[in-house]
Structures are given as structure tokens and as C-alpha cells.
């Protein structure tokens, strides 16, 4: 069974702390994508990649960092906490899809953040 | 620039209803793709089709179905008979050819009431 799996269901966080998210997947999968899911916005993406150690600016990357050193691995960072980046964080990967493929994104379950 | 505008914030029906979700999107590209995904309360968004540009028939899926209709840039999502477990949060979104990135409307919170 294809999973993304992303390590934390719940976290709550202090303002100006560093936070982690990490996104695992074993599909291998060359795309991987960080969105995050706020009432009456709908999903919007934050950072993505297409393969280790790339990285490109989605529609909100302010705020934002990445990691990639592994394919299977896709980290979300947070360099200082604030409030208005309480949200939920959804993981996702898709296979190398580009003209004429698919390439329907694979969601993890999502990270609730609380920064206090 | 690409856009999903997805107008009904919440829906709801009454089980056994029929009901439609529309999707209006904008884009200036010829070749893309159009989804629709649905979140139940888990959390987990659960890939429910896709469809590219170039095909424009219907399709249905059991209860589900799909029309689009290119000439007025929509993707609709029809529930016939719905149930219970069909309450979620629905998702339409659009993907040009030459990129993975998915770009989603606001999302339609559908409440099925038994």
C-alpha cells in the first residue's frame, strides 16, 4: 500500500521557535510538495521539489524553508514560529509527470500547527 | 495566470439527494489537467479523477460524474443518490502541462444528512 506519511498529526509550538515538519514517502517518487490548508483558501503550495536537493518557491514560500538530501524525504522548516502560520501542513509526491502523464498528487493524513 | 474558483463554500443535502459541485477554472494554456479530490475528516485527500484538456467527454463513476465543458471553463462534480459518507470537503484543481504543481480551489464542504 503507497503511503505518504508525515511524522506529526498535532504539534504546538511557541512563537519564535524552529519548526520541523518531515514528510517521508516509498513510492519513490521524483515530485514532492508542501501545502498548507487554511478555511476558505483552499490548499495552497508553499515549496516543492523535483528531485534531491532541488527546490522551487510555490505561491507562499515567505516564511519557509525546505529540505531534500534524501528522494523519500521532504522537510518543511520553520526558522521562527508565528502565529499566522497556525494552519494545517499537507505532504504530498507524484510520480515525474509532465505532458501527456498524470501526475495526481499522493497525500500524507497532514500536520496540525499551533503557534502560540 | 492559472485560477480554480470553487463559489459554493458549504453544501447541504439531505441523503438520496442529488447534488452538483461546481468548478470554474482559468488558464491560458492549451494542454493541462483538471482534478478533483476529496478530504474526508481524517484528513487525507483521496484522489477522485482526472481529466486533460483535450477530452472533453463525460464520465461517471458509479454515483459520480463528471462534466466539462472547455467553452465555459468548468469541471463539475455530481453526486446522484447521495449518502452519508459522501460528507467531506471537495477539492477541484488545475495542472499546466509543463509543471507538477497542482493549483486548488477553496474547496465545497459537503454535509450529507442521514
Known amino acids: 500500500d503507497v503511503k505518504v506519511t508525515q511524522s506529526s498529526r498535532y504539534l504546538v509550538k511557541r512563537t519564535g521557535e524552529k519548526v520541523f515538519l518531515e514528510c517521508v514517502q516509498d513510492?519513490?517518487?521524483?515530485?514532492m510538495f508542501w501545502y498548507r490548508q487554511d478555511p476558505g483558501l483552499g490548499l495552497r503550495l508553499i515549496y516543492f521539489?523535483?528531485?534531491?536537493?532541488?527546490?522551487e518557491k510555490g505561491d507562499i514560500p515567505e516564511g519557509y524553508s525546505v529540505s531534500r538530501e534524501k528522494k523519500e524525504r521532504f522537510s518543511l522548516i520553520l526558522e521562527s514560529a508565528s502565529t499566522n502560520q497556525t494552519s494545517m501542513y499537507l505532504c504530498a509526491s507524484s510520480p515525474p509527470g509532465l505532458a501527456g502523464e498524470g501526475g495526481e498528487l499522493f497525500f500524507g493524513e497532514g500536520s496540525r500547527l499551533t503557534v502560540l | 495566470a492559472q485560477k480554480v474558483t470553487q463559489a459554493q463554500t458549504e453544501i447541504s443535502v439531505v441523503e438520496k439527494e442529488d447534488v452538483t459541485l461546481d468548478c470554474v477554472y482559468e488558464?491560458?494554456?492549451?494542454?493541462?489537467?483538471l482534478f478533483w479530490y476529496k478530504q474526508p475528516p481524517s484528513g487525507e485527500l483521496v484522489f477522485l479523477i482526472r481529466?486533460?484538456?483535450?477530452?472533453?467527454q463525460n464520465e461517471i463513476s458509479g454515483r459520480y460524474s463528471w462534466n466539462f465543458q472547455k467553452s465555459t471553463s468548468s469541471f463539475n462534480f455530481t453526486i446522484t443518490a447521495s449518502q452519508v459518507v459522501d460528507s467531506a470537503v471537495y477539492f477541484c484543481a488545475l495542472r499546466a502541462s509543463n509543471t507538477g504543481k497542482l493549483i486548488f480551489g477553496q474547496g465545497t464542504t459537503l454535509q450529507v444528512k442521514p
Open positions: 513510492m519513490d517518487h521524483e515530485n
Open positions: 488558464t491560458r494554456d492549451t494542454t493541462y489537467y
Open positions: 521539489s523535483y528531485d534531491v536537493k532541488m527546490k
Open positions: 481529466r486533460n484538456s483535450f477530452d472533453e
